[in-house]
Each structure stands twice: as C-alpha cells, then as structure tokens.
C-alpha cells in the first residue's frame, strides 16, 4: 500500500521559482494581448459587447485564483511584470514610455531591490532613459556586485501555532495552560519580535537553498550563500500547523484558508459543528488577516521586503493524523463524497498559495507518536507513520524532503531508521532541536538544529536568545501565568 519516494525523482518547487516567475510575465503579456483582441472585436462588432465583455482577461489567465495571480511574487515582481506588460499593449503603440510610466518602473523596480530581486530590478530598468532610472539601474547593479559569500552560522528558529486570546489559552479549561505557557508564543510576541529580528539584519532564508542534492549520486552538498554584508540567514518553522481539536477552543485560530486575493486568512472563533461525534466543521467564523503567524508573516514582508531574501518566507510542518491546516483529510470517512472533494482541495490551494508565496511544507510525522519521542519507534512503526504522510498528506501540499521531527529528536547517523528516512523516504533535510542552532552535512543530508522560540525559552533560558537575537524580556507577554 504504501509508495515511497525514491530519491531519484526531485523537482523542487524553489529550483522553479525563477521559471514561474517567468511563466507569470508570460502569463501576463498574454492577458493583455486577449485583452487588446477582444477590445479590438468589441470595437469592430458593436452587437457582440455582450458575450465578450464578459471574459474578463484577468480571471481567465489566473484560472485558480491565488495560485498564479499576484501570489507568485510576493514580493512585488507580479506588479511590476504586469504594469511593465501593460504599457506596451501588442507592440503596436509607440514604445517610448511616459514619464508616468517611467517613474511607475522606478518605484516598483525600488520594490524589487528590496526584496534583493536585483536582476529582475535590472531588467525592469534597462532602456529606461531618465538620469532617475539610470541612477536606480546602477544602484541595483552596485547592489548585486556587494552580495558577499555569507561565512557565518545559519539560524533556524521555531514556533508553535500562535495563541490570539491569552484568556482562554490560560484559563486552564481544556488543555492545561501550563503547555501552553511552555510551549507557545502568543500573537503579541511574534508580531513585536519581527521588527527586533529585521533591525539586528536577519533576512528570511529558504531551508531548501542551504543545500544542493545530486540526483544521480544522492550526494547533497553545502550551498554557498550570498547576501549583502553583514545579514544574516534566518530560518523559521512553524510546527504542527495542523489547528487540532484540542486546541479550538483555547484560543487559537481554527484553520487556514484563502481569500479572492490569494492571500492566506484565518478563520478565527466560531462554533464547532459536530457529527457522529467528530467536530466536522466550524460554523460562524471570522476570516482574520492576523489569526496565525503565516498572514503575519506574510502581511511584514510585504511591508519590509528587505525582512525576506528574494520571497522565502518559513516552513510549515505538518502532522498527518489531524489531516492539514485544520482540515480533516485523513479522515474522508466523516464527510460526503462532495464534501472531501471540497476539503480536499481546500488544503491544496492553501499549500499551493503558500509555496506561490515562498513557505516550505515539511513532514512532522503522521501520528506525532510518544514512539518517536522514547525513540522506541521500530521500523515497521516508522513504515507506518512516513507512509502515511507520504501517500495522504503530501499528495495535497506538495512534494517535501524535509523532516522536522516530533519532539525535536534525532538519530545517529547509521541508525536504520535514520537510513530510512533519508535513504528511502528521500527526507535528506532534517531538523531537530538545539539551542546551538548547527547546520551539518553529513554526504547525503543535511541537519539542521533549530531552537524553540517558545515560552520555556523566553522564561527560562532568555539567554539562548540573547545570544543571537535580543532580550525576549522586551518582548515576553504580560499575560503569560508564571512558570514554576
Ligand atoms: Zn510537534
């Protein structure tokens, strides 16, 4: 029953992000192209206005919505692809553009430079002919000459699902607040520590880009990092992105979803609706842009673009036995054939929008089993539980090569399990947990260490945060019960 990954078989999403770049300008010029065709027809024939008028261009090039519209580039290159294609409708017009045009070209190529998209900044910019674009021509080529061979350490560190109403995360109905108190970190945390991260220079880095992996060998070797002098790469992992039963009513968000503009939402409060026992919906929702750490991430980069190295955003890591973003997939029983069809795609959008718009998707086991965290786990458990989320997860978010594991642990090397999940199941990023943060290379995988950015570090062991990015004390919330 169940198919593994062999390792043969990688086309990595981010290897392609250049290409859907390119494919959406393309996209673009088309529409406008239709666009021009049917305003040319609409011109010609009077009486046809009707039935053509309809077609809107924008919606028949961005069939799903948020997956190929402006999610693409969330840093600002869908806007300048398409302004750019949308003043030279067909070529037929005379091609000298405007100084509204111009000064469009520079703002939006302004955009692009700071979300250090310098070569697609240059290419906005050539043939551009004022003194003002020529002198943001040469500071994006000064730019892109001051990238400079990163030497030092990778940061990678991780949070929980955000708690949004500390009264009810601490009220002690439900799931003890003590866990919660331990390990999460609430809405306020996050949101006040992003500007303290981008004022001490970390950029957002892709996990996916530390490293390099040779198909024909399974060899995976360190990649060079360039950023300019003096950022720093950061990591972030969201683990659990999987909105549990146990959890809603505690206040957290309910589970992801996307709007009309292709932007991640939360859908926040409401009532849980039940059937045979099983909270099967939620009804009565508010659709939120600060429900969870995704549409705030997404919302500070698109505000500081400089906060993201060319669009990398952060990881989300999935459990499976809960199915994904807080819709119940693995468990299609519960609803009708109609239904599944709905959650299902539901989840795909969401993991397609959040790829579009730099995330990672990482396994974090199915069953999130005690097993993993005795290390008791036995190989017939592990066939188990990396099947699962290979055949009924990953179908639905996309293919993944990372493995953030349950509980932070990790193997050694040469132990079997260990053999499995990189040799068969082609998790050849792996990610446990440690203050220290190391990124190794072991000939085929990478670890990557990560420290957890959650109460019980903030309280406990501020220094560990300290160390590398500012005093947590500055951030911790009033909240929070004390901790014993
Ligand atoms: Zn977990």
Redesign the pocket.
Known sequence: MSKYLSPKKKKRPNSNRKLLILLAAVLVVLAVLAFAIVRIFDSTLPDSGEDKGNTDSGQTTNPDSGSTGEGNQPDGSGDATGDGGSTQPGGEDTPVPTPADEAEKIAEADYLIRGYYYDEAIALLSGLTSQQAQDKLAEAEALKAGLVKYTGQTYHIFFHSLIIDTDLAFDDKGHPASGYNEWMTTRDEFVKMLPLLLENDFVLYDITWLCEYDETTGKVMKKDIYLPEGKKPLIMSF??MNYYDYMLTDGFAQRLDVDENGKIVTHVGGTPVKRNGHIVDIKDYEVTYDGDAVPILDAFCEEHPEFSYRGAKGIAALTGYAGAFGWRITDLDWYTEAEQEMILNKVKLIAQTMRDNGWQIAN?SYT?NQYWNNKTITMDQLKYDTGRWLNEIMPYVGESHILIS?FGVSFKQDDERYRYIVEECGFYIYCPVTASMNTTFYGDNMIQERLNFDGLTMIKYPERIKKHFFDPALILDRERPPMD
């Open positions: 683990d659990d974090h999130h349950p």
